[in-house]
């Protein structure tokens, strides 16, 4: 059995781990870290996501809204720094409802979420000043509006989502948001934490060792035989693997999984133009099928759900370069606790199903239907805390942590949570929305009254 040392051992290669390696080493001087994880970095879920991020975050409080800036604050230093390496744009996400009775809804959302430090509130009602409305451009970030533009000024509407559904009546343009390469900025963080020392190491975490009642050590099943890693910190930063991996601590995480799929669709017509935002339709909806195809689903209980109501949020982006089709297509309409299975199942039905919820707001695609170039389908998990709230901090163990429960939020949330979790280690000054994402908040009796009435008003 091989034997070496570490000052942290990472279980994780995904985004989230590797940030974390990568602001031990940059920020805080400890670089004697091993990442250790079976399969490639970036591969299990954080290459499976959308790869956007938004500083548009609900309360109570203003902590997810703070550990966004602060993300995206590290996104921009970094994009500064490479010359924009991962090609980080500020588009802004999109959310655009045909309900009229939603619009005070989004203005109210809105409101409460600028209040909590997302930037001011814009309101571009009929007869307004047009000019204050600026488009997102389709590249980069310096030098754009934070906060948010409400739309109703169908004329203002018209000019600038000529391809949304005529029967939209506003949208919500959420402006410190955007996307960017996920995998180009993973492997830049990898590349640059390596080259200070942090190594990694192919295998997987089989058992998590403790002496006088902390951690001591970490054994590694490799190919070429077992490897101990003698080491005082271990972090847990395994993705939808994180409450298996905690057990070996004797500690159960209050974490549960969904199953994410994520499509990508040749717009070889164009429906969608290449300078679009992040696109999101906010209102619940039933499918569009036709007489026939409704006869037919009714017929077996196993098709008979898609006639239901489904939930908002069905949505789409732009994704390569300008002269690419691809869109990519997402509704996580099926959110529901599963058990983790690797590799992902996917569902047939799943495309058909996206194409014609995405129709709802983007009518051009029903020229699709029945027509619909082979997509390609691959997924993830959600792994998420009950408020949907990250698990940050010291996992219960002396000596051990966690990152995880980061939800569909992983990549943007990455630098945010990777250098908090650092700070965690190093023993730096801790900002004040730490104590939200601590495995701990669940003993206070004020947050268990806190998530008794956050859950009783429907926001969970």
Known sequence: MAKRQADVVICGAGIAGISTAYYLATRYGVRNVVLVDERPPLSLTSDKSTECYRNWWPGPGDAMVSLMNHSIDLLETLARATANAFHLNRRGYVYATANPAQIARLAQAAAETASLGAGALRDHAAGAARSSYRPAPPTGFENQPDGADLITDRALLREHFPYLAPDVVAVLHTRRCGWFSAQLLGMLMLEQARALGVRLLSGRVTAVEQAAGRISAVRINQAQGETLIETPIFVNAA???????????????????????????????????????????????????????RAWLEESEETRWMLEEFTPGVHARPDGPADSPILLMLWDYHARPVEVVLPVPLDAEFPDLVLRGLSTMLPGLRAYWGRAPKPRLDGGYYTKTQENRPLIGPLGVPGAYVIGALSGYGVMAAPGAGDLLARHISGQALPDHARWFLLSRYQDPAYQALLANWGASGQL
């Not at 994180?242 to 969904?258: F, I, K, M, N, T």
């Not at 499509?263 to 429906?271: E, I, K, M, N, T």
């Not at 300078?275 to 039933?286: I, S």
């Open 239 to 293: 993705g939808p693997l994180l409450d298996d991996v905690a057990r070996q601590l004797g500690v159960a995480l209050p974490v549960h999984s969904e199953r994410h799929l994520k499509l990508a669709f040749s717009d070889h017509l164009g429906v969608v133009p290449r300078h679009a935002p992040f696109l999101v339709w906010a209102d619940a909806q039933r499918l569009p099928w036709d007489d026939e195809e």
